[in-house]
């Protein structure tokens, strides 16, 4: 069974998903959406940098819309509501990193309405959140009992994303502290990030009298420091601490934090990764403990992952290889908990196609 893909948006997400779904043996990508109109009557594969494939992309949401299709990775810079009932409602189903991990029922009756009309399903997804701060965390402790306290933790060069809207705009780096800090981080990828940690609570079954906390600091630049949105300077911000956690009798339960630096030079306070480097670590306090951590999401170089970075590799491919689960799905919002084990698929000149 071949599942027909719409590729909604072409940044660094987008852009690797149109490459993931061009060699993955049971998808076939039919229609694309860009928003910028210079991007617009260009070849999808052109635009990805993987040559032509036939489909050509347009800025006009009903042009795509009129292509028959069975799902839509929908990866724009911030998520609207309302194109992603009306794509659920249509009946295509629609995998996005952008939200919707473990929403609250109770304020999703909008697209859970679409979803029972379209007979369609949402799933949201992605590396951070949407992979290491609730799908491995929960994998990992099945191997523990007794379980105290869960944590997920992402340290990053962030020189090496180059998604300068998401940088500048969304993370709030090179504005002052008190902008970054009354930015619209904490909000938008915060309510991603807080349901992770809700779904770990759910699904581990810790007591529903958790309280949900944020913290954020920031650390300014010392010195003027390249970055994808141009140089910061000194006293602006150019790394960002983020944790999302819930907390029982003053005990932090599950925790999922971001360590965003622009380098490990020029900084105040000195943050910096430690002796294992840029990494992700998923720790489980229980009987027995256990700290996974994960490398190779994050780039060699400044350079390799300004041209390519793993990590939106890494979340576009989880997108990628939920489709054919998320295609198969009873109509709903579906998260890791109904969809079970999501596999990757071997190279086209391995596997059996
Ligand atoms: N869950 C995770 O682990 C995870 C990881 C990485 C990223 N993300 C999220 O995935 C999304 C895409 O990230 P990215 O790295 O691909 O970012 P990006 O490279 O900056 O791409 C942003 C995309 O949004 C489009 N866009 C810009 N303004 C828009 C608007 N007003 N309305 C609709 N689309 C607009 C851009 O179109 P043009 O190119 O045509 O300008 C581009 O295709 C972001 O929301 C990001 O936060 C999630």
């Given at each position: 069974m071949t599942y027909r893909v719409v590729q909604w948006a072409t940044g660094g997400v987008g852009r690797a998903a149109i490459e993931g779904v061009a060699r993955h043996p049971d998808l076939e990508l039919v229609a694309c959406w860009v928003h910028s109109a210079s991007k617009a009557g260009r070849d999808a594969g052109e635009i990805a940098g993987i040559g032509p494939l036939g489909v050509i992309a347009t800025d006009?949401?009903?042009?795509?819309?009129?292509?028959?299709?069975?799902?839509?990775?929908?990866a724009p810079l911030v998520p609207d509501e309302r194109i992603v009932e009306r794509i659920l409602r249509s009946g295509r189903n629609v995998v996005t990193p952008v939200g919707w991990v473990f929403p609250d029922a109770r304020k999703s009756e909008l697209l859970l309405d679409a979803c029972r009309e379209g007979r369609s399903s949402l799933h949201g997804t992605g590396i951070h959140p949407g992979g290491i701060t609730e799908r491995f965390p929960l994998m990992v402790s099945g191997l523990s009992g007794a379980v105290t306290s869960v944590r997920a933790e992402e340290f990053s060069d962030i020189r090496t994303y180059n998604a300068p809207d998401v940088v500048g705009d969304i993370m709030g780096f090179g504005g002052t502290p008190a902008e970054a800090l009354a930015g619209p981080m904490a909000q938008l990828l915060g309510g991603g990030f807080r349901q992770s940690v809700r779904m770990v609570l759910h699904e581990m079954g810790f007591r529903d009298d958790a309280e949900l906390r944020t913290t954020q600091e920031v650390a300014v630049a010392t010195a003027p420091i390249d970055s994808p949105i141009g140089v910061i300077q000194p006293g602006l911000v150019a790394a960002r601490r983020f944790?999302?956690?819930?907390?029982?009798?003053?005990?932090?339960?599950?925790?999922?934090?971001?360590?965003?630096?622009?380098?490990?030079?020029?900084?105040?306070?000195?943050?910096?990764?430690?002796?294992?480097?840029?990494?992700?670590?998923?720790?489980?306090?229980?009987?027995?403990?256990?700290?996974?951590?994960?490398?190779?999401?994050?780039?060699?170089?400044?350079?390799e992952g300004l041209r390519r970075n793993p990590g939106v590799v890494a979340t576009a491919m989880h997108c990628v290889n939920a489709v054919p689960y998320v295609c198969r799905a009873d109509p709903g919002i579906r998260s890791y908990l109904e969809l079970g084990l999501i596999a990757g698929r071997a190279a086209p000149h391995l596997g059996q196609h």
């Open positions: 006009d949401p009903d042009e795509v819309m009129r292509v028959p299709a069975d799902c839509v990775i929908y944790r999302w956690e819930a907390v029982i009798d003053g005990q932090v339960v599950v925790a999922a934090i971001v360590n965003w630096l622009m380098g490990e030079e020029h900084l105040d306070p000195a943050w910096n990764f430690g002796p294992a480097g840029e990494r992700f670590e998923v720790e489980v306090v229980g009987d027995p403990p256990v700290l996974v951590t994960f490398k190779g999401w994050q780039p060699e170089s400044v350079e």
